[in-house]
């Protein structure tokens, strides 16, 4: 599966964003797709994620309650809405996905064999 994010940019400080990973093909039930963002010196770290069947969702405490993962089965896509966000949100933003990943390992970037494209989120006034 090749995924494609899209739908970085420049946003001022309590800003929005949204940012879409749509997949080359149609993906079974168990296949998850989650969001990481990685900022200069820093380790990649996990945003937040989602399972193409089913309402799981999981978000990194920074994010929560700012951020929400949703999807569109019919157009393979994932959507990550960023709301209120603050300068320490910038990063390169990455989509990853695996099919039959266990839900207790989300978070952890070194479980994802697809990944897509970075795209750049700024949070600057």
């Known amino acids: 599966v090749q995924l494609q994010a899209s739908g970085g940019g420049l946003v001022q400080p309590g800003g929005s964003l949204g940012l879409s990973c749509t997949a080359s093909?149609?993906?079974?039930?168990?296949?998850?797709v989650a969001w990481f963002r990685q900022a200069p010196g820093r380790e990649r770290e996990f945003v937040a994620g989602t399972r193409w069947s089913g309402g799981s969702t999981a978000y990194a405490d920074s994010v929560k309650g700012r951020f929400t993962v949703s999807k569109d089965n019919a157009k393979n896509t994932v959507w990550l809405q960023m709301n209120s966000l603050k300068p320490d949100d910038t990063a390169t933003y990455y989509c990853?996905?695996?099919?039959?990943?266990?839900?207790?390992?989300?978070?952890?970037?070194?479980?994802?064999?697809?990944w897509g494209q970075g795209t750049q989120v700024t949070v600057s006034s």
């Open positions: 990853a996905g695996r099919a039959g990943l266990i839900w207790g390992r989300i978070r952890l970037s070194t479980e994802y064999y697809d």
């Open positions: 093909e149609r993906s079974n039930s168990g296949y998850v």
